[in-house]
């Protein structure tokens, strides 16, 4: 199975909503990604969307909840790997880093052209980094149990 995350339409796997790009997005027809996948996740800013599956994978290995349902479908206990998972987690820092190198590197934004602490246009700082941080504390929310 393949899946895709994007937020215009050209990214890998957008494929199976080309129709929709073409149709609904300002150069569509030029931009539309002709790859498919099997399952297709967009949001507002594809690395976001990413981030969103990473915190779900985790919540979904880490949660005591969704480890009965676990044990259940595989038959066996399973051994506890979430700081294992949380190291997979974005975190603001990590991002941070990687914005860095980025911009060291003469690598601009795909959306402005701009050399700078930036994704798809939008701030790191307040913006970008705001978003990051919201999806973990969220993430990482003890889970209270009946």
């Known amino acids: 199975m393949?899946?895709?995350?994007?937020?215009?339409g050209n990214e890998l796997g957008m494929g199976?909503?080309?129709?929709?790009?073409?149709?609904?997005?300002?150069?569509?027809?030029l931009v539309a990604c002709d790859v498919g996948d099997d399952f297709a996740i967009t949001a507002g800013v594809s690395n976001w969307g990413g981030y969103a599956v990473a915190c779900a994978l985790y919540i979904l290995n880490c949660c005591p909840i969704h480890d009965r349902y676990l044990r259940k479908a595989v038959g066996f206990p399973r051994?506890?790997?979430?700081?294992?998972?949380?190291?997979?987690?974005?975190?603001?820092?990590?991002?941070?880093k990687l914005l860095e190198i980025l911009v060291k590197y003469g690598i601009r934004s795909g959306k402005t052209g701009n050399l700078g602490m930036e994704v798809d246009g939008l701030p790191f700082y307040d913006t970008h980094s705001a978003m990051i941080q919201q999806l973990r504390?969220?993430?990482?929310?003890?889970?209270?149990?009946a």
């Open 16 to 29: 199976k909503v080309k129709e929709a790009v073409r149709k609904c997005m300002p150069r569509g027809e």
């Open 137 to 145: 504390d969220i993430t990482l929310q003890p889970v209270a149990m």
């Open 79 to 96: 051994h506890s790997e979430q700081d294992s998972w949380a190291s997979a987690l974005p975190t603001v820092t990590k991002e941070e």
């Open 2 to 8: 393949t899946t895709g995350i994007g937020d215009g």
